[in-house]
């Protein structure tokens, strides 16, 4: 029974795309696409049969296909484990998944290649699926590098803008580069342990006392390199924000929701190995904080509105990483869960907004929004104001917890985290401002166009608007079901139920207040004094760094494509010349050899007479002489 | 020093004066005679050896059938003027320096060597008469000697055959 | 009968023969008339037959003497062919200069 | 019944073929190539029920040669390979005219006979015969057969010819060396031979300088690229679908066991020429302008990595360099089953002149892009199972190692996804381009179907080779 509801858990969405890489384009577009949704629907739907009877029974459910890969010491199964973690996991992903398929019938009903869209979705949500369930790290790198790949193909679905494909390029590689790490991490893992699977993972790190420290921080270390690269953290987060160039549910469900917590959710599976690597722990946590910084630092002066929302990302996972860092995991857990919710609202939000202004994206060519987009502004509302961590918002919640854990910790680290917040709360609000409120800015063909999206689009966006709200409840400070929930995965006991006292109530109100700083900033610039950003030409000073997001792309792209490139080119003209040359050359000596032989053989009797005197006196001296 | 010894290297000297001769003569004719006289000495050392016959084979072959084959062919090519062009400076170098090693090298062998050179015994045995000789070619060298019979009827063939002009020789 | 060798040494011999072998191998190095490079050739064989009948003398033994009677018989049959294919040569190339034949190499 | 009969239809294929006329040729060469197909797959059978299908004959007396085919596990592995891949190389070539058919595909069966002759030989003078037989009709198939300038081709190709060649002769000395030492030429008499460390120093070095040459590691490779290029789309995905393997095969079969102190003793070395083949092969690869050559030069990257693998001595590295030549001799036909159909359509092999394919022909951008995942070793994908292997081997030897080989991960992706966008995608392409032929669109879900097939249940390739490679790794730890 539970394995039958696996693999329809699991094959549902991929049954959904082969059907619609074959058969898609005869079915029509509508049909299709609610194929697509409705694949991913059933998904959602076995997920939740799985909750409740987890809720229920407590108790992990693992399945064994049959063996995959054969090592010498250990093999590895294709195996799936379905416990409170990946569980959760599914809940939002399949869930959130639903939504966005069902905007996006609405949303690419235009394009011509809708088909291929929901098959790509389909696939995406197969893959993740497999990275959640799978027993063993094994299964998970197969939807890691899945998720790649589908994420690969949804940036670059406009194949014919060499641009998105470039993005979508950059994205895999980027991802790649993480994904050597985490192979790494997973070949250190094997040959110390002698498996990958995670129940037998956690009893021999667990059970185990004299451990090798080194080789287990190494091996952690190159695990968070390989989340850093999927969850879009420095030094790998740069391809999140190119990765905007494909289509906007894609945004809000492959980079924003689902594939970027790949990461966090991994870490999370791991965290009794992360646990021992107190160094690593460290790292993980100031890269978070100081991703989150600077991410949120460059989201302050971005015009593309989906590269604000990317940006906004960027630093939410810094923030989560942090936690992670600090060894609270299931308040990580708790902000994905959230964040899901209400990114995934925003990115609809603005995608909705894309959609009414045909492809537009700048938004100092919106403005005024409110009036004829009521739904889509009041939903983004809220998603804004959870984002800035304003209560009762679902955001308040997880981001309080975060800051609080950062503030028992360290308080550089929670000045930076908070710092960030607030300009979380400003820049969010700045878009907020600039799209919704004042006159429209845009041409006047573009105004007489202007609608509220169809229902379709509009539903998701109220349901996840809903999901935002309320979505703190899961994890109330003092009353915790999600820390409950999570229990028994983790090897430390649970992060201990904060008492509440006077520091908690300050901190709490320091956030808050934060938050409303910088809407207040925002309101006062962009309201008050209606200014809307210059044009690209015009920003200098530090505001052009960072428009130009600290000029990273150029770095990398001036460090390492360039010097691969010019390395590439060196080898090609010198050193495969030169090697050729070497082989030819190696005739050549042969033949010139030959050709001096030649001249020995010249025919003249009186040289030949000497050579046969000569070699007389040799052969003689040889035989005789010699001894 | 005996009178068979100054015999001998009477006729050494002259052996080797006129091998030289006969190689350093510009003329052919000239160098022929020379060798004609080189003959005669090699014959005396097979007299002094007490090779009577062998010595008269000698002289019939060498110096009667051998030279005078040698003058007709100069004589026939009209060679007995002084028209040859020496070898390059370097190659008469090298000969001599041949000359030189072939002949160090030679004696070097033979020294090297260390021959045992015990008492030379004469048992009175006749070993070289025309009677004993004839037994010996006739009974144990039998064959070859019919076959060096053969080589010279083939030899005489082909002389025959490639001193005729072609016939197909414009 | 008294050995002629008690006189001369065989030492001798073999020193003279050697000479006169090494004087035949300068002249065909030196000449480029080809008939005295025959000739030259006859005077190494004749150094040869020397020293054989020198070693038949010093071994009281015959064969060495029938062994020179067939080393002249050789030398007169290719003394006839030799000279039968100088003559045709230099009826083809006017000149038996041993240094024009180089029509030997590939 | 025994391994001999592959052989005996193969050849009797070639005569076969070639007496059939150009007409037929093709299709009588695609019988034969699948009969023994069908027939290795009967032995195959065999072998699993546990019989012995192996071959002993004496042949020549003096010196001591015999005619000897054995098969185990890594044998039957690379016939089947071999096997398989035959008539869909023949298949493949469908869509193009041949001048004088009945001679090409007479060739091209006489070829698969060799290699499958060098994969079963267990007498050293009868494998190196086999050996040197496959590589006659390549340079004929390659000279004859091939595409641009004749005077170029026979440049590159004859270099091929001369170069594999003279690397050759040097295992002949050994050869010849091991049989003075062994007095015969038997692999199991050969491999009984405890011969001195500096012995099998040099036997070492002539092995695999025969074996670089052929596979090719760095820096031996130069033939590679442009012979790649040169040869027409069949020579190419016989080359490196097949004849690649033949010296990885053999590196493990002979000269591992052969010399085993001095592969224990350099090992380091020639694991750190197989990753800088890695690293060397992609990065020439990202600047090509041609798609044959490039993709020469990733086939130089991953023969670089099983190379490495095969280098580490352990049943992991030879495990997975073994799948992961299977693996590779599928997808390097595939793409290179790609460039010809490209080929066919705009006669140029110059990635600037394309472009854009992809919205005229779905499926065909459908299916070159997932060989091109499975060339860059995309989990689910039999390439990713060897891959997976073989840089885990490397970790056991040393980290680095794994990071520097693993850097194909990244690297590969660059550019393959680089040629693919160059390829593909873009602006929709002036040119026409039809989209996939159902013969070619066959081969090419063949190919696909079982890369994914063996990438997601690998278990019986790996039951298959495992024990023969565990005798191996016995033979390598004798001393």
Not at chain 1, 251 to 266: D, E, K, N, P
Not at chain 1, 468 to 494: C, M, R
Request: aromatic letters at 14%; charged letters at 10%; proline letters at 2%.
């Amino acid at each position: 029974m539970d394995t039958s509801l696996t693999l329809l858990l699991l094959l549902a969405p991929f049954i959904g795309f082969l059907f619609n890489v074959f058969f898609g384009k005869s079915i029509g577009k509508s049909a299709s696409g609610i194929l697509g949704t409705l694949t991913v629907a059933t998904s959602f739907a076995t997920s939740v049969y799985f909750f409740m009877q987890i809720s229920q029974t407590h108790q992990a459910i693992q399945i064994q296909l049959f063996d995959w890969i054969q090592i010498s010491n250990f093999k590895v199964d294709f195996g799936f484990l379905l416990d409170q973690l990946s569980i959760l996991w599914l809940l939002f992903v399949t869930g959130i998944g639903s939504l966005i398929h069902l905007y996006s019938i609405s949303y690419m009903h235009d394009d011509e290649n809708m088909h291929k869209f929901f098959a790509y979705l389909n696939l995406f949500i197969f893959f993740m699926i497999t990275l959640v369930i799978g027993s063993n790290l094994l299964v998970l790198f197969i939807g890691w590098e899945g998720v790649g790949l589908c994420s690969y193909l949804l940036i670059g679905f406009w194949h014919k803008n060499q641009d998105f494909n470039d993005a979508a390029k950059k994205a895999f590689i980027m991802n790649r580069i993480g994904d050597l790490g985490l192979l790494i991490g997973i070949f250190i893992i094997g040959s110390m342990f002698s498996t990958l699977d995670y129940a037998t993972l956690k009893t021999a790190i667990t059970g185990t006392t004299n451990l090798n420290i080194t080789w287990i921080s190494i091996a952690a270390f190159a695990l968070f390199i390989g989340a850093c690269g999927k969850s879009a953290q420095i030094p790998l987060y740069t391809w999140l924000p190119d990765a905007m160039a494909g289509p906007t549910p894609v945004s809000a469900l492959i980079h924003a929701a689902t594939m970027v917590t790949a990461g966090i959710f991994m870490i999370t599976r791991l965290n009794y190995l992360f646990d021992l690597a107190p160094d690593v722990q460290n790292i993980i946590a100031i890269v978070g904080a100081v991703t989150s910084l600077v991410a949120a630092t460059i989201a302050l002066v971005q015009t593309d509105i989906k590269k604000v929302l990317a940006y906004s990302t960027v630093s939410q996972l810094g923030l989560m990483f942090l936690a992670l860092g600090l060894g609270a995991y299931e308040v990580a857990v708790f902000h994905v869960i959230t964040h899901a919710f209400f990114k995934a609202c925003l990115f609809l939000g603005s995608g909705s907004v894309i959609h009414a202004l045909h492809g537009e994206q700048d938004m100092r060519k919106m403005g005024g929004l409110k009036k004829v987009m009521g739904i889509t502004f009041f939903t983004f509302l809220i998603s804004s104001l959870a984002i800035s961590g304003i209560p009762p918002f679902s955001g308040f919640f997880s981001k309080d917890e975060i800051l609080m854990v950062a503030f028992e910790h360290n308080k550089v680290l929670w000045i930076i985290a908070s710092l960030a917040s607030l300009m979380t709360a400003f820049y969010m609000f700045r878009l907020l401002y600039l799209t919704f409120f004042n006159e429209f800015r845009g041409t006047a063909e573009q105004k007489s166009h202007l609608h509220e999206s169809p229902s379709l689009i509009t539903f998701p966006l109220i349901v996840l608007a809903i999901l935002a709200t309320i979505g703190g409840l899961i994890s109330l400070p003092t009353n915790s079901w999600l820390n409950e929930y999570l229990a028994p995965l983790f090897a430390k006991a649970s992060h201990e139920a904060h008492h509440f006292g006077t520091t908690e109530y300050a901190l709490m109100a320091v956030a808050v207040l934060g938050g409303l700083i910088g809407i207040g900033i925002a309101y006062a610039k962009y309201i008050k004094q209606n200014i809307v950003p210059e044009e690209d030409s015009q920003i200098t000073g530090f505001a052009k760094v960072l428009y130009n997001k600290y000029y990273v792309d150029e770095i990398y792209d001036a460090i390492f494509v360039q010097s691969i490139n010019s390395l590439s080119k060196f080898f090609n003209q010198y050193v495969e010349t030169t090697l050729s040359s070497l082989v030819f050359g190696l005739g050549k000596v042969t033949n010139e050899l030959g050709f001096q032989g030649k001249k020995i053989q010249n025919g003249s009797i009186g040289r030949y007479l000497f050579a046969f005197v000569l070699g007389i006196c040799a052969i003689i001296t040889y035989l005789f002489l010699a001894q | 020093m005996s009178t068979i010894l100054i015999i001998f290297c009477v006729l050494a000297a002259v052996t080797l004066a006129t091998a030289f001769l006969a190689i350093f003569s510009r003329n052919p004719i000239h160098s022929a005679l020379w060798l004609v006289i080189c003959f005669f000495s090699i014959a005396g050392h097979y007299l002094l050896l007490n090779s009577q016959f062998l010595a008269i084979v000698h002289i019939i072959v060498y110096s009667g059938a051998i030279m005078i084959l040698f003058l007709f062919t100069i004589m026939l090519m009209n060679l007995n003027k002084e028209n040859e062009v020496h070898k390059p400076r370097i190659t008469r170098l090298g000969a001599v320096v041949s000359f030189c090693l072939i002949c160090v090298v030679l004696i070097a062998v033979f020294i090297n060597s260390k021959p045992i050179v015990g008492e030379y015994i004469s048992t009175g045995e006749d070993y070289q008469s025309i009677k004993v000789l004839g037994k010996v070619l006739l009974n144990e060298y039998m064959v070859p000697f019919e076959f060096a019979s053969i080589l010279l009827l083939v030899a005489m063939i082909g002389t025959v055959l490639l001193s005729k002009k072609e016939k197909t020789e414009k | 009968m008294n050995n002629i060798l008690n006189e001369i040494g065989i030492e001798n011999y073999i020193f003279l023969s050697t000479i006169l072998f090494s004087i035949g191998v300068f002249g065909v190095l030196y000449r480029r008339n080809a008939i005295i490079v025959f000739m030259s050739i006859e005077i190494m064989l004749n150094a040869v037959n020397l020293l054989f009948v020198a070693f038949s003398t010093y071994h009281q033994d015959a064969q060495g003497q029938i062994f020179v009677f067939f080393s002249m018989a050789v030398a007169a049959a290719e003394v006839a062919v030799g000279l039968a294919i100088l003559v045709s040569i230099f009826r083809n190339l006017g000149s038996i200069d041993i240094n024009k034949l180089k029509n030997l190499k590939g | 019944m025994n391994v001999s009969l592959i052989l005996i239809i193969l050849l009797v294929g070639a005569f076969a073929t070639y007496i059939a006329g150009d007409k037929l040729a093709s299709k009588v060469a695609l019988f034969f190539g699948i009969a023994a197909l069908g027939c290795s797959v009967v032995l195959l059978n065999h072998f699993n029920l546990g019989e012995n299908i192996s071959f002993l004959s004496q042949w020549i007396n003096q010196p001591h040669v015999s005619f000897s085919l054995n098969a185990d596990g890594l044998s039957m592995a690379m016939v089947l390979l071999t096997a398989a891949l035959t008539p869909i190389i023949i298949f493949t070539s469908f869509g193009t005219e041949h001048k004088n058919a009945k001679a090409f595909y007479a060739l091209i069966l006489f070829m698969s006979f060799a290699m499958v002759g060098t994969f079963l030989a267990a007498d050293g003078l009868l494998y190196y015969i086999f050996w040197e037989l496959s590589l006659i009709p390549i340079y004929f198939i390659a000279l004859i057969w091939g595409n641009g300038d004749a005077e170029e081709r026979k440049k590159a190709v004859v270099k091929f010819f001369i170069y594999t060649l003279a690397g050759s002769l040097f295992m002949l000395v050994a050869f010849i060396y091991l049989y003075q030492k062994a007095g015969s030429f038997l692999i199991e008499d050969l491999y009984k031979l405890n011969l001195s460390a500096t012995e099998q120093l040099w036997i070492f070095l002539a092995f695999f300088l025969a074996y670089a040459i052929k596979i090719p590691i760095i820096p031996f490779h130069t033939w590679q690229a442009n012979v790649y290029q040169k040869a027409p789309a069949v020579g190419t995905m016989l080359l490196s679908g097949i004849m690649l393997k033949m010296g990885l095969y053999s590196v493990i079969r002979w000269q591992l066991p052969i010399a085993p102190l001095a592969a224990k003793e350099y090992m380091n070395i020639f694991i750190a020429l197989g990753i800088a083949g890695v690293i060397y092969g992609s990065i020439v690869a990202l600047r090509q302008k041609d798609l044959k050559k490039l993709l020469a030069y990733s086939s130089l990257a991953h023969v670089g990595l099983i190379a490495a693998g095969t280098y580490t001595l352990t049943i992991d590295g030879l495990r997975g360099a073994v799948l992961q030549m299977i693996a590779h001799g599928f997808v390097v036909v595939g793409l290179f089953f790609v460039s010809e159909i490209i080929y066919r359509r705009y006669a140029t092999g110059t990635i600037a002149e394309m472009g854009g394919i992809r919205t005229q022909s779905p499926k065909f951008a459908s299916m070159f892009m997932i060989l091109v995942l499975a060339s860059v070793a995309l989990p689910t994908t039999f390439n990713f199972v060897g891959e997976f292997t073989v840089l885990y081997s490397l970790s056991q030897i040393n980290v680095w190692f794994a990071i520097l080989g693993g850097t194909t991960i990244i690297l590969g992706a660059y550019y393959m996804l680089k040629m693919y966008q160059q390829v593909m995608l873009g602006e929709t392409n002036t040119k026409a381009f039809a989209d996939v032929s159902l013969n070619e669109g066959l081969a090419l879900v063949l190919i696909i179907a079982l890369l994914f097939f063996f990438g997601l249940y690998p278990k019986p390739i790996t039951d298959l080779i495992t024990p023969s490679l565990e005798n191996i790794i016995k033979v390598i730890n004798r001393a």
